[in-house]
């Protein structure tokens, strides 16, 4: 798309294979904004700049808070605007309302869907008094644009998500999933000698063991 820039997201598995996954990512990734910004789109050009706080269909990785933390830095450097997409991660789906509070950072924008209806279509754009103030009302339209069957769900979301402390069953769940996951981790496995099992070992099909369950 034209005027927009991407750079990898910040986790040693987007850096193409070449890198071991003890390499810290964040740092790696301001670089490559800092570059994109020194080669193709100043700061001074730069709008805004756009990140899901837990990367969504790209692998669900959840973004460093200091890879967060140093993007409010460079917005709040250059007048850019940082624009949070929390369409997948938001309305408790992290255990918090919003990913992005664990970072600490402060948007300026955030976009917000699929949890707020739970299942209904609807959206949000949710920023601050004054950039809102600046839409002339009918300036932003859409079809389903205030339904009213779709707002009387998300009220109704939202009641359940206060009255029955979604939030704390979500994290211990949550806690309950990546203890079993994290004692798998460190289980080792089994030795086998029968031919198909070590082959399948051999290339790489072992049982499951992913080195990034901690939490
Ligand atoms: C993280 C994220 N942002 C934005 C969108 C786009 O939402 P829509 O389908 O309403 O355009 C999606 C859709 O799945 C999404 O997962």
Known sequence: MHGVFSIPFPYWHQSSG??????????LSHQQLDLLQAQQTAPSDTDAIFVEPVLGKGGYLPAPPEFLQGLRERCDKHGMMLIVDEVQSGVGRTGAWFAVEESGVRPDIMVIAKGLG????ISGVVSRRELT????????GG???GSAVSCAAAVAVNKVMCEENILENVNTRS???FSALN???YDPPPKT???RRARARAHGRRRVR???FKR
């Not at 070449?18 to 740092?27: H, N």
């Not at 739970?118 to 279509?121: A, S, T, W």
């Not at 103030?133 to 932003?140: A, I, R, Y």
């Open 18 to 27: 070449v890198l071991p996954p003890s390499t810290p990512t964040t740092s």
């Open 118 to 121: 739970n299942g209904f279509p």
């Open 133 to 140: 103030d600046k839409l002339v009302p009918g300036s932003m």
């Open 143 to 145: 079809t389903y644009a």
């Open 175 to 177: 806690h309950e999933l």
């Open 183 to 185: 004692a798998l981790k």
């Open 193 to 195: 000698t029968h031919p």
């Open 210 to 212: 992913c080195p990034k």
